[in-house]
């Protein structure tokens, strides 16, 4: 638990640090920290959950996809689901839980400033796959402005998705189409089941 906690402490310190880096004002730098310090509470709550046998904390992937896109289906009140997430349910546990969602967060947010979350028509859909002992997310978005856009926005995000992908030793790759950003995050399965 102190691991944990310790380790909450030093992402909480990052985000602040890098963020301020990016932030144009005070205003935009508490936005942006309080939105991040958000996520990683909703990521962090589902760290104390457990499985009702008092055994190692655990979640699914699909409950934290569930949890970092919660608030984007709160925005959308009484209009057509602009999600689908499809594919095998995999474990994830211990230290794993904060980083994937940070990195699920981050694709969020670029959706929601600059893709399939920036328009009221666009939509994201994600797939996962078991490949050869790992796990292969999809997040393909669509029906937002033109993905070539999204390609120069590089900022604290990108630093984020590039720290977390390292730690969980994943493969990540983009792809900007006309219809939109697909992004293949290619995990090994143990990375998921470290505690």
């Given at each position: 638990m102190n691991h944990r906690i310790m380790n909450l402490f030093a992402v909480a310190s990052s985000i602040v640090g890098l963020s301020a880096q990016a932030a144009a004002s005070a205003t935009e730098l508490a936005a942006t920290v309080r939105n991040r310090l958000d996520a990683l509470a909703r990521a962090h709550a589902l760290t104390v959950s457990t499985n009702g046998e008092g055994?190692?904390?655990?979640?699914?992937?699909q409950a934290i996809i569930q949890t970092i896109l919660a608030p984007y289906v709160a925005d959308m009140q009484g209009t057509e689901s602009r999600f689908a997430v499809k594919g095998p349910d995999v474990p994830v546990s211990g230290n794993a839980i904060i980083p994937i969602s940070l990195l699920l967060y981050e694709f969020?947010?670029?959706?929601?400033k600059h893709g399939g979350l920036s328009t009221a028509t666009g939509r994201i859909d994600i797939h996962s796959v078991l490949e050869n002992g790992r796990i292969v997310l999809v997040w393909q978005e669509s029906g937002g402005p033109s993905a070539q856009k999204q390609q120069n926005n590089e900022g604290f995000g990108s630093k984020l998705i590039n720290v977390t992908t390292s730690q969980l030793a994943a493969d990540l790759s983009?792809?900007?189409?006309s219809s939109?950003?697909?992004v293949?995050?290619?995990i090994p399965r143990n990375s998921l089941s470290q505690t």
């Open positions: 055994s190692q904390p655990a979640t699914t992937l969020a947010t670029n959706a929601a983009k792809e900007w189409k939109g950003l697909t293949r995050l290619s």
